[in-house]
């Protein structure tokens, strides 16, 4: 629990992969932290089913399994683990102030934000239904799944284009669905699409809804947005990759993104533009986005607010 005045070496805002391996790592270096879950404990891994990318479970694992040992990992160290959403945060100081739940005030020598992103969905209520049964925002996480069937993909952008050329190397086929009659994808990405022969694309064609047997899909409902044209596509799976939203509102306007919001750290290191304050995770990575690239920069977050501790002690020896 949050005490009044309370002052603390290392602050970790989040609680995927990212947030909980700083945490492991900061705790073990006796930085004593204190991590809040955000409103989704676990983030997005909470969100999936099975988990077989991720080195160290050799016969795969499920998604909030993985982020309990992640969790228990954390706490095994002493981190202090607490349920609540940081809600404001000042970095003008020397010592960071950040406020949870608009109620308590905690400073920190150190903050590693870890807050992730959120996959955008197409809203259907459908969608959401068979989420983890045929449904799926990340392809290269569960592509596997779907060796030698029919899929579609749907998105236009770069995610899209790259996902759609991974899912044709094990899927019997891909459609890919580009609701304008063109591509938003590089040049460069759009010429691997339309050169891998078991991607078909059908251009103006918007999801109307899911279709399933109630367990598993079965489909996709599509339609023409010029001609409004209906047809079912028999597929067992869909990618949706119309984009992230990188969870940054809190920042905006103190920590440097880039224009899609994503946070800025300079290269080969977490260290934002304020001292003190290190960005990890899919919130500051838009390229990688998986489990274990997010790991390995918290791992680094940890030890660059260890080190910058280090030296600010030093300094004022
Ligand atoms: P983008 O925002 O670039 O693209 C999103 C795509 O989804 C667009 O084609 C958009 O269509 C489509 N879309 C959005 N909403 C819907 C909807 N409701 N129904 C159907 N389609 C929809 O997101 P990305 O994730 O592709 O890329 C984000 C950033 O990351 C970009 O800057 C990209 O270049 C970068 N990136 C770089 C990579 C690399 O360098 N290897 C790999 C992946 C991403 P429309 O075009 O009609 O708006």
Known sequence: MPQENEHVKCLIIGSGPAGYTAAIYAARADLKPVLYTGIVPGGQLTQTTEVENFPGYPDGVQGPQMMEDFRKQAERFGTDIRFGYVTSVNFSEDVH????????????????????ATAKWLGLESEQ???????????????????????????????????????????????????????????????????????EIHYNTETKEIVGDGQNLTGVLIYNNQTLAERVLPVTGFFVAIGHKPNTELFQGILDMDINGYLITQPDSTRTNIEGVFACGDVQDHIYRQAVTAAGTGCMAALEAERYLAAKEYSMM
Do not use: W
């Open 97 to 116: 102030k950040v406020v949870i739940d608009g109620e308590h005030a905690i400073t920190a020598d150190t903050v590693i934000i870890a807050t992730g």
């Open 129 to 199: 239904k068979y989420n983890g049964f045929g449904v799926s925002a990340c392809a290269v996480c569960d592509g596997f799944f779907f060796r030698g069937q029919d899929v579609a993909i749907v998105g236009a952008g770069d995610t899209a284009a790259e996902e759609a050329t991974y899912l044709a190397k094990l899927a019997n086929k891909v459609h890919m669905l580009v609701r304008r009659d063109e591509f938003r994808a590089s040049k460069a990405m759009q010429h691997r699409v339309l050169n891998t022969p078991n991607i």
